[in-house]
């Protein structure tokens, strides 16, 4: 606190030439005992107080005489950024009771009084104590205070929740009948400490410490801080715990066959087992804190830490020798803090010739799947990279949905990689030996539904092949069946669906006969299917044939921390492709990418990504390679931010228009989005609406 926060502002200022009148009304009016005088110029000559008047009116003056001869030209100044100490001691020594404030240039600025020094003082006072009562009522401790009288004063939240009692009843009791097995008396007599001290206090078990209050005067009270016991032992049990897992885990690294290697998320060793040192040859003292590219050749955990994608079991050359090699990410709150490598088989000559066949074989296996047009890659719960907390659960669900037999409901928007999902199920499932089927639904033209669903028999009309054609369902037997846009189908088609989901039989058309097939269905839509039924645009018994397990994918505009390690990705599938090494994206980028709000979701990404590829022209991904719409935006917080911002809002009761009509726009006027987007009911966001005159 300094004076400028005590003094007060913008005092009338006095001239010599002014009536004795007029200074006894400024005087009155701002109830002070002394104003500044001034010359022509605004410099300070002096003071003129009530005690100068009394003495002009004493002398015979008159209420029209000039005060020029009356003020006081001894006048104490004082400066406006002078600190609290200073001014307490000048007004402890000062007889004086007004003094004048000023600033470096000897300007008039207000005055100061021994008033304005107590005022100050009291509020001084006041905010210590609430800043103090606020400490002490969030402290995990629990504390009670005393008076010099034995006589409980205050007891905080924590403490109140430990003992099971309230401040009401304890106030103003004596602390020794409260607490009779703590003898509080030597402290407040003689100032003592007690530090440590196991006690019972209303019967639980605490450890104490009590100190004095000591004031210029002597003790003024004391303050025992205490822990229940229980918290204590719980965390040293805890502490124990970690520490004995932490030697778990370093005796199962060492024993284990293969060797490990942990970073951190800067591609700094922190953790390495014997087999590791073994392997590299060097001591663990050597490896820590170094950096793993300069440690193991060809790595790619430095690839993993950008990424995030795992990679399992596949071949590395160390040292001329090739070794069968994973990684994987270490991933906490959504961003991912290191990654651990394995190599196994270290050494094991007689695995070295299998090795080079593994590669060999893998090689000509894709030489001829690429031949035959059939090289696409089995996709995995691993290929779907993601850090984001949501989407990581919701692989997690859509790994357990893949156990079973049970009809998967994917919905989100278009490009969240819904049939990426649709795949890992498939082929994280029993059945994934079967046959993989995909049909577009927006994509078969409507006479055409029916029989590329279920076939038909021979000769079943003008223009069938003669022997009659297979169905998708009868093709998909054994295997997995993937309905995508399952939205835009018809309803007719829709009612034979559920017959066949039903009845897990199929009658091809232009046949009597049935034919049981056995497929799992799996079906995709970003249309808002419930929605669709109000409409009578979608069967609702079908609706909830198909909804057993649903699994609503996450918008990137969601999930932001995912942005970078999918563009890192995409960076090295296209570095493939294209022959590039671009592997690093420059700040500006980034802020634009994580600035963009992503109406086609990670599609779109990738697309950007491969059009910045081909306009590359060095290591760095720059802003001059980005499309000239992401250049042109304004890098601001995402729309998504405000809509989280507007859910915050709406927890205190309101909710803003401008945010409102926001995602009614990104909600394309849906209102069942809107309300989940706004973390809503769709009632209260038409009740907002009818407020805001929007229906």
Not at 12 to 32: C, F, I, V
Not at 549 to 574: A, C, G, H, M, Q
Request: one cysteine or more; aromatic letters at 6%.
């Amino acid at each position: 606190m300094r004076m400028s926060d005590m003094m007060t502002w913008d005092t009338p200022l006095l001239n010599p030439e002014d009536a004795l009148g007029h200074g006894a009304k400024l005087l009155r009016a701002t109830k002070l005992d002394g104003l500044p005088v001034v010359d022509s110029k605004g410099s300070l000559i002096g003071i003129f107080t009530k005690a100068n008047l009394m003495d002009a009116f004493l002398a015979g003056a008159g209420v029209s005489e000039n005060l020029g001869k009356y003020y006081n030209s001894q006048v104490v100044t004082v400066d406006v950024n002078t600190p609290y100490s200073e001014v307490e001691k000048y007004v402890k020594s000062s007889p004086v009771g007004t003094g004048v404030v000023v600033n470096g240039k000897e300007k008039v600025l207000g005055v100061f009084t021994k008033v304005d020094m107590i005022m100050a003082l009291f509020k001084e006072s006041e905010q210590l104590a609430t800043q103090l009562k606020t400490v002490y009522n969030v402290m995990h401790n629990g504390a009670i205070l005393v008076d010099k009288n034995n006589r409980i004063k205050m007891i905080n939240k924590s403490g109140e929740k430990m003992l099971g009692l309230k401040q009401e009843k304890l106030k103003d009791v004596s602390f020794s009948n409260v607490f009779p097995g703590i003898d509080i008396i030597p402290v407040l007599n003689e100032a003592r400490f007690f530090i440590g001290v196991e006690e019972r206090l209303n019967g639980i078990k605490a450890l104490c410490s009590i100190s004095p209050i000591v004031e210029d005067n002597g003790v003024a009270g004391a303050v025992m801080i205490f822990q229940a016991l229980t918290d204590l032992d719980q965390v040293a049990s805890e502490l124990e715990s970690t520490k004995r897992l932490y030697e778990t885990l370093l005796t199962v690294l060492n024993i284990a066959y293969e060797a490990i290697i942990l970073v951190d998320d800067q591609g700094k060793i922190f953790l390495v087992n014997e087999a590791a040192c073994h392997f590299l040859g060097k001591k663990e003292s050597e490896l820590l804190n170094m950096s793993v590219q300069k440690v193991v050749e060809n790595t790619r955990l430095h690839i993993t830490l950008k990424t995030g994608k795992a990679e399992l079991n596949e071949i590395q050359t160390i040292r001329g020798r090739p070794y069968i090699v994973s990684r994987l990410p270490i991933v906490r709150n959504g961003k991912i803090i290191g990654a651990a490598g394995k190599i196994v088989y270290r050494e094991l000559e007689d695995v070295k010739d299998l090795a080079e066949r593994l590669a060999q074989m893998d090689q000509e296996l894709n030489y001829y799947k690429e031949k035959a047009g059939r090289a696409r890659k089995n996709i995995t719960f691993d290929d779907i990279i993601t850090v984001s907390k949501d989407m990581r659960r919701l692989k997690q669900e859509a790994l357990i949905a893949a156990r079973g037999v049970s009809t998967v409901l994917l919905t989100g928007e278009s490009g969240t990689g819904k049939e990426l999902f649709v795949e890992a199920i498939h082929n994280a499932s029993p059945r994934r030996k079967g046959p993989f089927i995909k049909v577009n639904c927006a994509a078969v033209p409507e006479n055409l539904l029916e029989s590329e669903f279920f076939g038909y028999a021979p000769g079943a009309f003008t223009g069938a092949h003669k022997e009659g054609k297979q169905g998708k369902f009868a093709a998909a037997d054994g295997g997995t069946l993937f309905l995508d846009e399952i939205g835009d189908m018809s309803l007719n088609l829709q009612s034979k669906l559920l017959r066949a989901l039903q009845d897990r039989c199929i009658e091809p058309v232009g046949s009597n006969k049935t034919v049981e097939v056995d497929v799992r269905i799996i079906v995709a839509t970003n249309q808002d299917l419930m929605q669709k039924v109000v409409a009578e645009e979608f069967r609702q018994d079908l609706y909830y044939r198909l909804n057993v397990i649903n699994l609503r994918l996450t918008p990137l505009s969601y999930r932001l921390e995912d942005i970078i390690p999918l563009v890192n990705v995409f960076l090295e599938k296209f570095n493939t492709d294209f022959g590039t090494r671009i592997n690093e994206i420059s700040s500006e980028a980034r802020k634009i990418l994580i600035a963009h709000h992503w109406p086609g979701n990670v599609r779109e990404l990738m697309n950007v990504i491969e059009r910045a590829v081909n306009f590359s022209t060095g290591p760095v991904l720059e802003v001059e390679s980005l499309p000239f719409y992401l250049r042109e935006q304004k890098v601001q917080i995402p729309f998504t931010h405000v809509i989280n911002r507007g859910i915050s809002v709406r927890k205190k009761g309101h909710l803003d228009k401008k945010v409102l009509l926001g995602v009614l726009e990104k909600a394309n006027g849906n209102k069942s989005e809107a309300a989940r987007m706004l973390g809503i009911s769709r009632s209260w966001l038409y009740e907002k609406m009818r407020q805001y005159k929007l229906i």
